[in-house]
T-cell receptor
Framework: GAVVSQHPSRVICKSGTSVKIECRSLDFQATTMFWYRQFPKQSLMLMATSNEGSKATYEQGVEKDKFLINHASLTLSTLTVTSAHPEDSSFYIC??????????????FGQGTRLTVV | KQEVTQIPAALSVPEGENLVLNCSFTDSAIYNLQWFRQDPGKGLTSLLLIQSSQREQTSGRLNASLDKSSGRSTLYIAASQPGDSATYLCAVIITGGGADGLTFGKGTHLIIQP
């Protein structure tokens, strides 16, 4: 199956700094990528939908100025957590969709990034 | 390495039927298990989350069960409707929840015929 590579898998940063997470589709073109966040003992929550060449669509309650998403090519989307604070510590995971055939899509997921802000 | 398998890969049934989707995982040391639905071109919608200490969760017409010892979960959909057509994903989180904490199955592509 198709592969989505997410990097880094784990990052620890100081409060106030920014962290960039990359999501790459390795063997297919992903016009749409999704970013999720998961806090301990909670379900995955969709943060934003990233569309290549256009602005991301953010879910309600997600600050677009804090979580900057760039989808500059069909194989790369990045999520930058700006001025990170301890409450941003979470598990972030991306997903990319490959459209195969009419109305048939399959989603592939990165392995996730564990962000710890100290 | 944790592997999650979902059976069947695809299913097409007339509306009104009751359905069972299956999910199995190879390592029983899981933290919790989640069922998601994904519509074409959309992100994930979380349906049910079952903690490792629980045996089932219910939400409306959906019921998910978990048997950790046998490495199985089922998603039961009652009185299926065309709006239930989507891909259903099962995912487990391993104990400790490290960077490789989330393991997803490949999904069951469900079509409910009107």
């Amino acid at each position: 199956g198709a592969v989505v590579s997410q990097h880094p898998s784990r990052v620890i940063c100081k409060s106030g700094t920014s962290v960039k997470i990359e999501c790459r589709s390795l063997d297919f073109q992903a016009t749409t990528m999704f970013w999720y966040r998961q806090f301990p003992k909670q379900s995955l929550m969709l943060m934003a939908t990233s569309n290549e060449g256009s602005k991301a669509t953010y879910e309600q309650g997600v600050e677009k100025d804090k979580f900057l998403i760039n989808h500059a090519s069909l194989t790369l989307s990045t999520l930058t957590v700006t001025s990170a604070h301890p409450e941003d510590s979470s598990f972030y995971i991306c997903s990319a969709s490959s459209i195969r055939g009419f109305g048939d899509t399959e989603a592939f997921f990165g392995q996730g990034t564990r962000l710890t802000v100290v | 390495k944790q592997e999650v398998t979902q059976i069947p890969a695809a299913l097409s049934v007339p509306e009104g039927e009751n359905l069972v989707l299956n999910c199995s995982f190879t390592d029983s040391a899981i933290y919790n298990l989640q069922w998601f639905r994904q519509d074409p071109g959309k992100g994930l919608t979380s349906l049910l989350l079952i903690q490792s200490s629980q045996r089932e969760q219910t939400s409306g017409r959906l019921n998910a069960s978990l048997d950790k010892s046998s490495g199985r979960s089922t998603l039961y959909i009652a009185a299926s409707q065309p709006g239930d057509s989507a891909t259903y994903l099962c995912a487990v989180i391993i104990t400790g929840g490290g960077a490789d904490g989330l393991t997803f199955g490949k999904g069951t592509h469900l079509i409910i015929q009107p």
